[in-house]
C-alpha cells in the first residue's frame, strides 16, 4: 500500500466526519490539466456530482452536451426502455481513431473469425473497453461515477490520456436500467434532509417496493445477458456484438458493511466452459485495481462471494465470448450517507471508488492491450479446434405443434450470433422426430461453438457446490422442445438447408374457410392464451373439450380442444369472423371451420363434455414481502405476451376491497401477513363461492397454515447430531440451497392443468426448497417429479431424495373454489416458455376443474 501523506489522511478523516460537500478535485486524479471547454457536471446539473443521485433526464442532458462539446464523444441511443426512456451508448477515442471508427470496429471484428484474423497485426491495434453502470438502478454510485469518467475522457489533456485514447476505444453505457434509476433516485432526493441523516432505519435509505433494483416490470437486468427478454438487454447485446469488446467493467453496489469487491471470483465457481487464460487475464488486471484502490486508501476484496458460473450475468456474458468481464461490487450508502460497521459511509466516497476502478480498468485495457487482442484472436481460433474435436457435430431442435415456441428460441439464439439453419429433411433420432418445417438444426463448427455449448448442455457434476445465482439454464428445455446432439455418426452435412439470415414467423391457416356455426382451435400453441383472450374481451361466449374428438371433416382433436360457436353468440357473425381472422394473422396459431356437430367419433360439438369458460378477472396481491420478481414475470406475461388486464393489489387494499368484481386470485412467491383477520375471513368465503386461487412457492405454505388447502409439506430435518468444523459451517449450509437448476416432471395430459402438452415429460425449473408431498387424492397431483428428476444443475443428495416422486402441482378444492398450488416458478424470468402453459391452463381452466378430482 502506498504511503498516505499526512494532508490527505485530515482530508479524509474531515470528510467522514461532516456533512461536507466534495468539490471535483476530490474525485479527479492529480496533476491532471483540463480543457475549459468541456463542460463539467457541476456547471450542466447546477450540483456537484455526490450532492444529489442523479436523475435519468439529468444525466442524459449531461452526455448530449458533452458529446456536442467534444471531438472525443459519439453519442447513439441503442434502445428505449418499456417506459420509453433513451439507453446511451458514448463511443470515447480520439478524433483520429472516430475519423477511422468503421475501420477499427471491422478489424476488430474479425478477430472473431480464425479465417480472417491471422493477418491482423494486433500490435497496431487499439483495445476495446466496454463500461457498464449501475443496471440495478438502487446501486447508484456506478451510474454517478459515469459522469466523471466520461468529463475525464472528454476533457483531460497531456501526452497520457492521449496515447490512451489513440490505442484504446472507449464505449461506456452509463445508465443500464434508467426505469429503476428514476424509482430509486427520486426516492432518495425527495428524502433528503438539510443535515443529513445516517440512521440505517431512516426513510431515505429504506425505499418502498418493488424498489429502484429491477426495470419497469421489475426484472433482474442483470440476469437478462442471456435470456434477452427485455428491449434494455437486446440492444445492449447487438451494440456488444457489433463491437466485441476486449474487457467489459459492471459496475454494483452490495451490503452497507462491506467494503469494495472486484474480479476474480471464488476459482472453484468459474465455468469450466470458460478458457483457463481469461481468468489469469482477470486476475493481472486485478493488480490494476488493487494499486488505484490502495492509493485513495480504500479497503478492498477478492476471489471471495462472487463466481463466474452464470453466463446471463454482465460480468460474466464476456468471457464467453473471448472478452474479459470484470464485476465491482461497492458498499453502498443506499442513500446520502448512512452508518456501517467502518464509520460513517457516503455517497461521495462510493462515487470516488467507482471512478478510481473506472480508470485502473482503462489503465489495464491498455497496458495488456496486445495481450487482450492476441486472446480474442485465440478464444476463436481454439474454439474452431475444439469444434473439429468434439464428436457432436450439430443440434436439432423442433417442436411439432407449436411453431412459435420454437421461433422464440431461435430469435434468442440469433441475437447471441449463432449460426441456425433450416433443417433439409425429416430426421427421426432415437424417439424424435425432426420435421423441415417445425425444426432447426445448429452446426457446432462455427466462432461461437462455446456459447452453444453454454446454451445446450445438460451439466450435473461440479467443483463446487455454491452458486452465486443458478447452476442450469438449458434453453431448449426451458422451452420445453425436442432437441437432439448429432454425433459423427448421426450427422451429416446435407441436413444443413437453408442458412436462416431473417427469421421469419409463420402465421396461422383457416381450414375450411369462414363458417357460421362453429371454430376450433387446439391448446397447443404458445399464443393460444392470447387467442382464448381475444376472445373473452370481445363478449364471446367459449367453451374447452374435456375429452378427445373426431370431428366430421376427418380432423383429430385433442384435450383442450378451444370450441367457438358462431349461431348462438350474442356479437354478430361478423365480429367473430373478425376477431377469428386476427387469431390466424397474430397468435400463429390454425383455426378449423366446423359446419355441424356430429362427429365421426368422440364427443359431439353440442355435448356438456365442451365445459363453458368464464372469462378471467384476475387480481395479483403484490406490495412489501412479496417477491416483486415473480410478481413482475406474471405481470410482464400477461402485459407483454397475452394482452391480458391483472389488477395488482397491495394486501391492505386487499383487505379492504370487494372481492366480488373478481374470479381469479394470484398469490406469487411472499409473506402474506399484512392479509388481516378480517382479510383472510374474507378470502375463504371468496373461495367457497367459486374463487380460482393461484399460488407459487412460499405462498402455497401460507395457504396452507391458514387452513385454505390441505397440503402437507416434507419436513426438513436438522443434522445436528453430526459434528463438523465449524469453518465449514457456511459451505455445508449453501450446499443444501437448490440456487437454480432443472428436473424432470411426469404430467396427466387429460387434467385441465395440463392441456396443450404433447409430452407427459415436462422440464421445470426450480430455485426452492419446498417439497410438497402428494395428494391422497387419485387425480390432485396432475404434475409430479419423477424418481430421479434432476435433468441439468445442481442439488444435494439429501435434497434429490426428498424431491423424489414429490407433487410440483396439486388442486385443492373449498367449496365452489380452487386452490392450484406449484411448489416452482412456472414463468421464471420470462424465459420459461415451456412452464408457462401451465400456469395459464390454471387461470383459464382451473374453474372447470371436477371437485371430485381434487380430492
Known amino acids: 500500500m502506498k504511503k498516505l501523506t499526512l494532508p490527505f489522511l485530515c482530508f479524509l478523516f474531515l470528510f467522514f466526519q461532516l456533512d461536507a460537500q466534495v468539490t471535483l478535485d476530490y474525485y479527479l486524479p492529480a496533476n491532471v490539466t483540463y480543457n475549459s471547454s468541456i463542460p463539467t457536471p457541476e456547471s450542466i446539473l447546477g450540483y456537484e456530482v455526490g450532492e444529489w443521485h442523479v436523475n435519468h433526464d439529468q444525466l442524459v442532458k449531461y452526455m448530449e452536451v458533452l458529446a456536442e462539446a467534444s471531438e472525443r464523444i459519439k453519442l447513439e441511443v441503442y434502445a428505449k426502455t418499456y417506459e420509453d426512456r433513451k439507453l446511451l451508448l458514448l463511443t470515447i477515442t480520439s478524433p483520429r481513431n472516430h475519423e477511422n471508427l468503421e475501420s477499427i470496429k471491422s478489424d476488430h471484428v474479425k478477430l472473431t473469425d480464425p479465417s480472417a484474423s491471422v493477418t491482423l497485426d494486433t500490435e497496431n491495434m487499439p483495445g476495446v473497453a466496454w463500461m457498464g453502470y449501475s443496471v440495478h438502478g438502487n446501486e447508484p454510485s456506478g451510474t454517478n461515477a459515469s459522469l466523471l469518467v466520461a468529463y475525464y475522457l472528454a476533457a483531460a489533456q497531456g501526452p497520457e490520456i492521449e496515447k490512451l485514447l489513440d490505442e484504446t476505444v472507449v464505449l461506456m453505457d452509463p445508465m443500464i436500467n434508467p426505469d429503476g434509476n428514476m424509482r430509486f433516485s427520486t426516492w432518495v432526493n425527495s428524502r433528503k434532509s438539510m443535515n443529513q441523516v445516517t440512521d440505517p432505519n431512516n426513510m431515505e435509505q429504506n425505499e418502498y417496493w418493488p424498489r429502484g433494483r429491477t426495470n419497469h416490470y421489475w426484472f433482474d437486468l442483470n440476469r437478462d445477458w442471456l435470456p434477452l427478454q427485455h428491449p434494455e438487454s437486446k440492444g445492449r447485446i447487438e451494440k456488444f456484438h457489433e463491437w466485441k469488446p476486449n474487457v467489459l467493467t459492471d459496475h454494483h453496489e452490495m451490503g452497507t458493511n462491506s467494503t469494495f469487491f472486484f474480479q476474480p471470483g471464488v476459482p472453484s465457481r468459474n465455468h469450466p466452459i470458460t478458457p483457463q487464460r481469461t481468468f489469469e487475464l482477470t486476475e493481472e488486471i486485478g493488480k490494476y485495481h488493487g494499486a488505484a484502490l490502495d492509493s485513495i486508501g480504500s479497503f478492498y476484496y477478492s476471489k471471495q462471494g462472487y463466481d463466474d458460473f452464470y453466463y446471463g450475468k454482465g460480468s460474466t456474458y464476456p468471457d464467453v465470448n473471448g472478452a474479459v468481464g470484470i464485476l465491482f461490487e461497492q458498499a453502498s450508502s443506499r442513500g446520502h450517507a448512512q452508518e456501517s460497521v467502518n464509520g460513517i459511509l457516503r455517497f461521495p466516497f462510493t462515487i470516488k471508488n467507482q471512478f478510481a476502478t473506472s480508470l485502473s480498468t482503462l489503465k489495464a485495457t491498455h497496458n495488456l492491450r496486445v495481450q487482450l487482442l492476441d486472446h480474442q484472436r485465440t478464444f476463436y481460433s ?6 473439429s474435436a468434439d464428436p457432436i457435430k450439430a443440434i436439432v431442435f423442433g417442436a411439432e405443434k407449436d411453431r412459435s415456441r420454437l421461433y422464440n428460441l431461435a430469435e434468442i439464439l440469433k441475437r447471441h450470433q449463432i449460426e441456425i439453419y433450416e433443417l433439409s429433411q425429416q430426421l427421426n433420432v432415437g424417439n424424435n422426430r425432426y420435421e423441415p418445417n417445425k425444426s432447426f438444426i445448429v452446426p457446432l463448427d462455427q466462432k461461437q461453438y462455446r456459447l452453444i455449448k453454454a446454451l445446450f448442455e445438460k451439466r450435473t457434476s461440479f467443483k463446487d457446490s455454491l452458486f452465486y445465482d443458478v447452476s442450469a439454464w438449458t434453453l431448449p428445455l426451458a422451452f420445453n422442445l425436442n432437441y437432439t446432439e448429432l454425433n459423427t455418426k448421426t450427422y451429416k452435412p446435407q441436413y444443413l438447408g437453408k442458412k436462416i439470415e431473417n427469421l421469419v414467423r409463420q402465421k396461422g391457416k383457416l381450414i375450411g374457410g369462414t363458417s357460421d356455426y362453429a371454430y376450433v382451435f387446439e391448446w397447443f400453441g404458445y399464443y393460444t392464451s392470447r387467442a382464448l383472450n381475444r376472445l373473452h374481451e370481445a363478449g364471446i361466449r367459449v367453451k374447452v373439450a374435456t375429452e378427445p374428438f373426431q370431428a366430421a371433416n376427418g380432423q383429430k382433436f385433442n384435450y383442450g380442444t378451444i370450441l367457438v360457436p358462431v349461431s348462438t353468440q350474442d356479437v354478430s357473425q361478423e365480429k367473430v369472423t373478425e376477431i377469428i381472422g386476427k387469431i390466424v394473422e397474430e397468435d400463429e396459431i390454425d383455426v378449423w371451420s366446423l359446419q355441424t356437430s356430429g362427429v365421426q367419433s368422440g364427443i359431439y360439438l353440442g355435448s356438456g363434455s365442451f365445459a363453458s369458460l368464464r372469462k378471467p378477472k384476475i387480481m395479483m396481491v403484490v406490495d412489501d414481502g412479496v417477491s416483486g420478481y415473480d410478481a413482475g414475470e406474471v405481470w410482464h406475461l400477461f402485459d407483454q405476451r397475452f394482452n391480458i388486464k391483472v389488477s395488482m393489489l397491495s394486501a391492505s387494499r386487499f383487505n379492504r376491497v370487494n372481492l366480488s368484481q373478481y374470479n381469479t386470485l394470484i398469490l406469487v412467491d411472499g409473506n402474506y401477513s399484512g392479509i388481516s383477520g378480517k382479510g383472510r375471513e374474507k378470502l375463504k368465503t371468496w373461495i367457497e363461492q367459486g374463487g380460482n386461487v393461484i399460488a407459487m412457492q412460499s405462498a402455497i405454505q401460507w395457504l396452507a397454515s391458514n387452513g385454505f388447502s390441505d397440503i402437507k409439506f416434507k419436513k426438513t430435518t436438522p443434522d445436528s447430531l453430526h459434528l463438523r468444523p465449524y469453518a ?18 411426469r ?4 387434467h385441465p392443468i395440463a392441456y396443450g402438452y404433447e409430452k407427459d415429460l415436462l422440464p421445470i ?3 426452492t426448497s419446498t417439497f410438497m408431498e402428494r395428494k391422497k387424492g387419485a387425480y390432485a397431483n396432475p404434475v409430479m417429479y419423477t424418481a430421479a428428476p434432476l435433468l441439468s444443475g445442481y442439488i444435494s443428495d439429501k435434497n434429490a431424495k426428498k424431491l423424489s416422486n414429490t407433487a410440483a402441482v396439486c388442486v385443492s378444492a373449498l ?19 415451456g ?3 401451465l400456469f395459464m391452463n390454471s387461470i383459464f381452466f382451473g374453474s372447470i376443474i371436477s371437485s371430485g378430482s381434487t380430492r
Do not use: M
Request: charged share 25%; no cysteine; proline share 2%.
Open 382 to 387: 481454439t474454439a474452431k479446434k475444439q469444434a
Open 728 to 745: 465449514t459451517r457456511s459451505k455445508y449450509n449453501g450446499a443444501q440451497v437448490i440456487g437454480g437448476a432443472i428436473f424432470e416432471t
Open 747 to 750: 404430467l396427466d395430459l387429460t
Open 765 to 767: 425449473f426450480r430455485n
Open 815 to 833: 367449496g365452489a373454489g380452487r386452490i392450484i398450488s406449484f411448489t416452482d416458478d412456472p414463468n421464471f424470468r420470462a424465459f420459461w416458455y
Open 835 to 837: 412452464t408457462n402453459k
